[in-house]
């Protein structure tokens, strides 16, 4: 009796196992039904957003190439053209992907996505922090025309030639051919030197002559022969004015206009120095050089003296050799 009790038990458990595991299975088959019967009534709405993407590639396409022509015949910089245009082709996807999320998903309203993406925009904004700011320092680069294509510049231990201006980098070539990528926002937040910002620009030096030697005919000797060099800006004039007492000569500044490139700099100063030279050896005077006055405790004898003194003693007072 007992054995037939466990036994319907245990059909009862079986049964109830199997009635389980195809009820899963139904569950499943059932939600892959739904799956298979909600893409087929998407279908149309996934061609048309589909096709609403390939419109809104041509579209921003042929925008940006409208605004770049638009621009390059206006004679905008090349940079700032290529800033407009991108952010053109931007604006156009962004409005194309409202509209094909709108299509593949009627009950999402425009309001909803466009506060999905301000909050995703906010958290992709943190993560990308530098990317974003050097991207708006380089539009505000061009923007402002602070420098061009070609300018030397310098800011933070680097100086070169500009060559480009990107989106993220400045594109600088330094004198020795090397080329500097250098991020917008270290050019937008310190200070830049734009060493060619105009045509011509003043150099000086320091030019000093001994204290025994008329100032006024020193200064008038350097300023004629400055004046007379070639590539000096005679229209701005030369200065030279008596700078300081050194400590072994009177200083003059000696300032002059020429060229802002760096060739030009070097090939000025190299002139002016050599000129200077000429110019002061010519009229006998002195370039003069530090000078040290050493002093000693007691008196220094030379080697000369001492045997000078040796050959004078007689030969009495010399010590006798032994045997």
Not at 143 to 165: A, H, N, T, W, Y
Request: charged letters at 30%; proline letters at 4%.
């Amino acid at each position: 009796m007992q054995d037939q009790e466990n036994t319907a038990e245990n059909e009862a458990a079986e049964t109830e196992m199997v009635d389980t595991e195809v009820d899963v299975t139904a569950s499943l088959v059932d939600q892959l039904v739904n799956y298979a019967e909600g893409f087929i009534r998407a279908l149309p709405n996934i061609g048309l957003a589909i096709v609403a993407l390939l419109l809104t590639w041509f579209a921003a396409k042929f925008a940006a190439t409208l605004i770049r022509r638009a621009l390059q015949g206006a004679k905008v910089r090349r940079a700032l053209v290529d800033l407009l245009s991108t952010l053109t082709a931007i604006g156009v996807w962004v409005l194309g992907v409202l509209i094909a999320a709108t299509i593949l998903f009627p009950s999402v309203e425009p309001a909803s996505i466009l506060a999905a993406l301000g909050v995703g925009g906010i958290a992709i904004g943190f993560a990308f922090k530098d990317i974003f700011e050097n991207f708006m320092a380089g539009a505000m680069i061009m923007l402002r025309k602070p420098m061009r294509i070609g300018d030397f510049i310098e800011c933070e231990s680097v100086e070169g030639k500009v060559e480009e201006i990107t989106i993220r980098d400045t594109y600088v070539r330094q004198t020795d051919d090397q080329l500097v990528l250098v991020p917008n926002a270290m050019l937008f937040k310190n200070p830049v030197y734009v060493r060619t910002d105009k045509e011509r620009r003043r150099f000086e030096i320091i030019a000093g002559v001994g204290y025994g030697e008329d100032v006024d005919k020193c200064r008038d000797i350097i300023q004629k022969t400055v004046e007379s060099i070639e590539g000096i800006d005679r229209d701005r004039g030369v200065d030279v004015f008596a700078r300081e007492f050194n400590s072994s000569s009177i200083d003059f500044t000696v300032r002059w206009w020429t060229g802002s490139k760096p060739r030009d700099m070097h090939e000025s100063r190299d002139k002016v120095i050599a000129g200077i030279k000429r110019a002061l050896d010519d009229a006998g005077i002195e370039i003069p050089f530090p000078y040290r006055t050493l002093t000693f405790p007691e008196t220094l004898r030379l080697s000369g003296e001492d045997k000078e003194e040796n050959s004078e003693k007689p030969d009495s007072a010399k010590t006798p050799e032994t045997a």
